[in-house]
């Protein structure tokens, strides 16, 4: 059974950094491109960043482009989101998903970031 | 950027009844290797969004056929048909042939 757990998310000030993980298991998870979307409070869906396989290539969109990081390690079937000067924008429910024929199969339960001071 | 447009915003519907949600994207979703990246998702209430439709008309895994997806270029439909108490819940359209963007959503409700 496929399964995306994340962590570390929480309140933090503006202007601060957070990082958050996501822990995969019941898949090989270096054979898939992995990807981070949002839904702030009652609003949509967001994409927020995916990476290659390897970790070798990363795409955002300019909402947060410059300011996240994803990354990963194989190794560890682990994906993370480092996110530098939060604003109160970025204030949702971040996501760790799964891509595949240019879809999301399979999504985390989400993690909580709160960007308040 | 690819812009999604799903109507209605929301809908009620009787049980056992059939709905039809519309999705429009500003440019064409086909993609340079022939696919057509259109995918539909369902969020039930305090839950994570689900796959329903992939590739427009695929079926994920263990996916009722009373939902179906048709459409190409760039407007889609998402059909429920005998709507059960379950499906309840808010409809997200999505593209994957140039990065993900997803619809605003369409929230379907009991009459």
């Known amino acids: 059974e496929v399964q995306l757990v994340e962590s570390g998310g929480g309140l933090v000030q503006p202007g601060r950094s957070l990082k958050l993980s996501c822990a995969a298991s019941g898949f090989t998870f270096s054979n898939y491109y992995m990807a981070w979307v949002r839904q702030a409070p009652k609003k949509g869906l967001e994409w927020v960043a995916t990476i290659s396989t390897s970790g070798s290539r990363t795409y955002y969109p300019d909402s947060v482009k410059g300011r996240f990081t994803i990354s990963r390690d194989n190794a560890k079937s682990s994906l993370y989101l480092q996110m530098n000067s939060l604003k109160s924008e970025d204030t949702a429910t971040y996501y760790c998903?799964?891509?595949?024929?240019?879809?999301?199969?399979?999504w985390g339960q989400g993690v909580m970031v709160t960007v308040s001071s | 950027d690819v812009v999604m447009t799903q109507t209605p915003v929301s809908m009620s519907v009787s049980l056992g009844g059939q709905v039809s949600i519309s999705c429009r994207s500003s440019?064409?979703?086909?993609?340079?290797?022939?696919?057509?990246?259109l995918s539909w998702y369902i969020q039930k209430p305090s839950q994570s969004p689900q796959l329903l439709i992939y590739?427009?008309?695929n079926r994920f895994s263990g996916i009722s056929d009373r939902f179906s997806g048709s459409g190409s270029g760039t407007d889609f439909t998402l059909k429920i048909s005998r709507v059960e108490p379950d499906d309840l819940g808010v409809y997200y359209c999505?593209?994957?042939?140039?990065?993900?963007?997803f619809g605003a959503g369409t929230k379907l409700e009991l009459k």
């Open positions: 999505g593209q994957g042939t140039q990065y993900h963007t």
């Open positions: 998903a799964r891509t595949t024929e240019g879809t999301v199969d399979y």
């Open positions: 440019q064409s979703l086909v993609h340079n290797n022939g696919n057509t990246y």
């Open positions: 590739k427009v008309s």
